[in-house]
């Protein structure tokens, strides 16, 4: 039932690492995103594909690399990591990329560099 | 620059009261502006939609107005409930890009 998922839940791993978040939608949507959440709780976009094309690409490290295999999926990929990546990561999907679709966000993955 | 503001202080209030929460914001001009819901370790529910041509859209107990002279919208919650404590996030286009922003959120905790 659930409708977008995201793996894992929580992510412990130490500085230098390369670790991947993956997320599905089983929504039948178009436009997938990724969001961080910091510690002030503020939302910030990072990504966002549509049909497997990538469409938004805020400012953000190239350690960062998003990965859509198809329209259902988006991973996300983030090497070296440093102690700042530390926060939670939301997916998100919505039915197509206007920006006035509501958006189904995914539980969230907790993401803390050591 | 572009910002988009809420209610840093939590909102404390009492049940069957109406909760009023505020989103201002400066150097946007959005054409929609939405709300959403976030429960602590969840990811946020949308809520509501109101387009700038729209004063006022309701949902059940929710009330949201949009005043694009002001550049303000206000969110209501009537007849409050313990069940509507959660942090409530205003999100518009802006910062450039065909993107939602999201407003840093005001935490809503409905006492008995």
């Known amino acids: 039932d659930t409708a977008v998922s995201q793996t894992p839940k929580y992510l412990v791993t130490q500085m230098g690492n390369d670790k991947s978040i993956k997320c599905e939608q089983n929504?039948?949507?178009?436009?997938m995103y990724w969001y961080k959440q910091d510690s002030k709780k503020f939302l910030k976009i990072m990504f966002s594909y549509n049909n497997k094309e990538l469409i938004i690409n805020e400012t953000v490290p190239n350690r960062f690399s998003p990965k859509s295999p198809d329209k259902a999926h988006l991973n996300l990929h983030i090497n070296s990591l440093e102690l700042g990546d530390s926060a939670v990561y939301f997916c998100?999907?919505?039915?197509?990329?206007?920006?006035?679709?509501?958006?189904?966000f995914g539980p969230g993955t907790r993401l803390t560099v050591l | 620059s572009q910002k988009i503001e809420q209610n840093s202080e939590a909102l404390n209030i009492q049940e069957g009261k109406t909760a009023t929460l505020t989103c201002n914001y400066t150097?946007?001009?959005?054409?929609?502006l939405q709300w959403y819901r976030q429960d602590p370790g969840r990811g946020p529910v949308f809520l509501l939609l109101?387009?700038?041509?729209?004063k006022e859209k309701r949902k059940e107990r929710l009330k949201v107005t949009f005043d694009t002279t002001l550049k303000q919208s206000l969110f209501h919650i009537t007849a409050s409930q313990p069940a509507d404590s959660a942090t409530y996030l205003c999100a518009l286009v802006g910062g450039g890009g065909n993107k939602l922003t999201f407003g840093t959120g005001t935490q809503l905790k409905v006492e008995l």
């Open positions: 109101i387009r700038e041509n729209e």
């Open positions: 998100a999907s919505s039915q197509d990329p206007q920006v006035q679709d509501t958006q189904y």
């Open positions: 929504l039948g949507h178009d436009t």
């Open positions: 150097n946007y001009s959005p054409a929609y």
